[in-house]
T-cell receptor, first 114, second 113 residues
Framework: GAGVSQTPSNKVTEKGKYVELRCDPI?????LYWYRQSLGQGPEFLIY????????DSGLPNDRFFAVRPEGSVSTLKIQRTERGDSAVYLC????????????FGEGSRLTVL | GENVEQHPSTLSVQEGDSAVIKCTYS??????FPWYKQELGKRPQLIID?????GEKKDQRIAVTLNKTAKHFSLHITETQPEDSAVYFC????????????FGSGTRLSIRP
C-alpha cells in the first residue's frame, strides 16, 4: 500500500479481555515502531523492530504487552488482560531503517477499555 | 538515554505573526532533530528536520535552528496561517541508535483570526 495501515481503527473492549492491533508498514521498510498516545500527550515509545527482531522493547509498560513481527513486515501488538489505563491511541510507524530519518505513521488504533 | 523537553505546552498567536517552539535535549550524541505536526485526529507528519552538521534549515515559512553547545533547537513559523493550528512535537535522535526515538510532550499551537 501507499502508507502505513493499522487495523482496527477503533476497538472497544471490556476490562480483562485480550486485544490484538495490527500494523502493515510501507513495503520495504525494515524499521517498525509502536507508540502509545494518550490525549494531550506526545507519542510514548513502546517497541522498535529492525527486521523480524525486537531491537528495543524497553518501552513496553509490563508483561501484559507483547509485539511480534514474524516475517519482517506486518506487526501485531498484543495486550493481555486489558485495563482501563490501557485506553489510548496506538500508533505504528515505519522507516527505511537506514539510520535516523523520517517516521511514517499510520492513522492509529484507538483502544477503549470499559 | 535521551530526554527531550519541549515548551511552551500551548501557544496562541495572531494570524500573520510568528510562532517559536523550543526543545532541549540531554544526550550530546544526538545528531538528528525532526519536527512533527499532528492535526486533530490525524497522524503525526514530518514537517522539517535538521542534522547536527548545520545550524539552521529553512523551508518556506518554517525554519529550525540548532545550538549543539546549549543542546537546544527551535521551530520557527513565520506569517502564521489558520492551517498552522496543530500540535507540534520535537525529537532528538543519536545517529548510533535510531531505535528508541523519544518525542517531546508537544505544543498546541492556535492561530487567532
Amino acid at each position: 500500500g501507499a502508507g502505513v495501515s493499522q487495523t482496527p481503527s477503533n476497538k472497544v473492549t471490556e476490562k480483562g479481555k485480550y486485544v490484538e492491533l495490527r500494523c502493515d508498514p510501507i513495503s520495504g521498510h525494515t524499521a517498525l515502531y509502536w507508540y502509545r498516545q494518550s490525549l494531550g500527550q506526545g507519542p510514548e515509545f513502546l517497541i522498535y523492530f529492525q527486521g523480524t527482531g525486537a531491537a528495543d522493547d524497553s518501552g513496553l509498560p509490563n508483561d501484559r504487552f507483547f509485539a511480534v513481527r514474524p516475517e519482517g513486515s506486518v506487526s501485531t501488538l498484543k495486550i493481555q488482560r486489558t485495563e482501563r489505563g490501557d485506553s489510548a491511541v496506538y500508533l505504528c510507524a515505519s522507516s527505511p531503517g537506514l539510520g535516523p530519518g523520517e517516521l511514517f505513521f499510520g492513522e492509529g488504533s484507538r483502544l477503549t477499555v470499559l | 538515554g535521551e530526554n527531550v523537553e519541549q515548551h511552551p505546552s500551548t501557544l496562541s498567536v495572531q494570524e500573520g505573526d510568528s510562532a517559536v517552539i523550543k526543545c532541549t535535549y540531554s544526550d550530546s550524541a544526538s545528531n538528528y532533530f525532526p519536527w512533527y505536526k499532528q492535526e486533530l485526529g490525524k497522524r503525526p507528519q514530518l514537517i522539517i528536520d535538521i542534522r547536527s552538521n548545520v545550524g539552521e534549515k529553512k523551508d518556506q515559512r518554517i525554519a529550525v535552528t540548532l545550538n549543539k553547545t546549549a543542546k537546544h533547537f527551535s521551530l520557527h513559523i513565520t506569517e502564521t496561517q489558520p492551517e498552522d493550528s496543530a500540535v507540534y512535537f520535537c525529537a532528538a535522535i543519536p545517529y548510533s541508535s535510531a531505535s528508541k526515538i523519544i518525542f517531546g510532550s508537544g505544543t498546541r499551537l492556535s492561530i487567532r483570526p
